[in-house]
């Protein structure tokens, strides 16, 4: 999450965060399996970005190499899998120092200076003779996989390899936005926990605690714009995302004549010091704009809008009308594809951005 308010208290990592918001159930659900002696081997956290699924795979994790053995202090299921934060093992983990943990994710390419887009093959080596190993502690071995859709197809092959004969005493928690990425065979072999989007008031709490010198109307509208994700609602609450948003929204409004003056603006803007946040933001407008045609294609109610900024029912009725549903799902998955090849491919940001709004366009006879 992006920390760029020189007030704001600090906006903990997944692994240092001891609270979890929104997810009692699933916890529960953790904890039940680990107290009746039915843990499986992989676990795979499903949920929209930024909603807690690697602070959970943590805290998972924390109490496992806490109380591991099953059964909870009193014998019976715990009441949840919270560690207390002055515990050695939870500060151990939070400064990335236990040897019972291996955590595998996305790791900074040195030579373009953020994350690489993909975990690759390199990166997940080391899981088999890991978990294999003696542990150092008596306890588990447990491997956590941050972002685990996206592994390269070798990447999946190798971890894979690992989940068909796991080590006794060993455990996986992958966490993943998008498990049709990952492969079948990987699914099938994980006990899946899916989490819901956080709830406006839970999201709104989390940044009264974060950013507390946001207004309280301001506090509002990002709660309401996130999608449930307390991730986005921090990246837009730091980057000046509503405004990008609104700015993203307001031109695609303009289709199929198109405000090409004020796109050429906003894609400058993507450019500009190589932007992540405003083509981020930008790429994601896009998207839950055609989401919301296609669903009115379908004669579904659209989503993901709310405020002055939503698009007007009967607008969408006529946008929609100029493409079969089959047809506007095509151009979804081509934008889609186009978009995420930005980072995949190091392709021009600016350029993909043009390419998508002006490909949406020529579809709508613009």
């Excluded at 796991?166 to 049709?180: E, F, G, K, N, Y």
């Amino acid at each position: 999450m992006i920390e760029t308010e020189r007030s704001a208290p600090p906006t903990l990592a997944p692994r240092a965060n001891p609270l979890l918001f929104g997810h009692d159930d699933a916890e529960r659900e953790m904890a039940t399996a680990l107290a009746a002696g039915r843990l499986a081997h992989a676990w795979l956290l499903t949920g929209p970005s930024g909603i807690g699924k690697a602070t959970l795979a943590f805290r998972f994790a924390r109490y496992l190499l806490v109380e591991g053995s099953g059964g909870g202090a009193a014998g019976g299921v715990p009441a949840g899998l919270a560690v207390d934060a002055a515990h050695p093992v939870f500060r151990r983990i939070a400064s990335g120092g236990h040897a019972d943990l291996l955590t595998v994710e996305r790791k900074l390419d040195d030579r373009r200076q953020r994350l690489r887009s993909d975990i690759v093959v390199d990166d997940v080596r080391g899981v088999g003779p890991f978990l294999a190993s003696t542990p150092a502690e008596g306890g588990w071995r447990v491997v956590v996989v941050d972002g685990a859709d996206a592994m390269t197809t070798s990447a999946a092959n190798a971890l894979l390899k690992v989940l068909e004969e796991p080590p006794d005493r060993s455990v996986l928690i992958l966490t993943c936005a998008r498990p049709a990425r990952l492969l079948p065979t990987l699914r099938s072999r994980c006990r899946r926990v899916s989490l819901s989007p956080l709830s406006p008031a839970v999201v709104a709490e989390l940044l009264g605690r974060y950013r507390p010198a946001l207004p309280a109307a301001e506090i509002d509208g990002l709660a309401r714009d996130a999608g449930g994700s307390i991730g986005a609602a921090l990246l837009l609450a730091d980057a000046g995302g509503l405004a990008i948003k609104a700015e993203a929204r307001r031109l695609l409004a303009t289709l199929p004549a198109l405000d090409v003056a004020g796109l050429l603006k906003l894609a400058d803007r993507v450019a500009a010091a190589e932007d992540d946040v405003a083509f981020k933001l930008s790429a994601e407008s896009l998207l839950e704009w055609l989401e919301a045609v296609i669903r009115t294609a379908a004669g579904a109610p659209a989503k993901g809008y709310s405020g002055s900024d939503a698009p007007d029912r009967q607008a969408l009725t006529a946008i929609a009308a100029r493409a079969s549903l089959d047809r506007w799902l095509e151009v979804w998955d081509n934008t889609a594809r186009l978009l995420s090849q930005a980072d995949h491919a190091n392709l021009d940001r600016r350029q993909v951005l043009l390419a998508s709004v002006f490909g949406v366009r020529e579809v709508l006879g613009g």
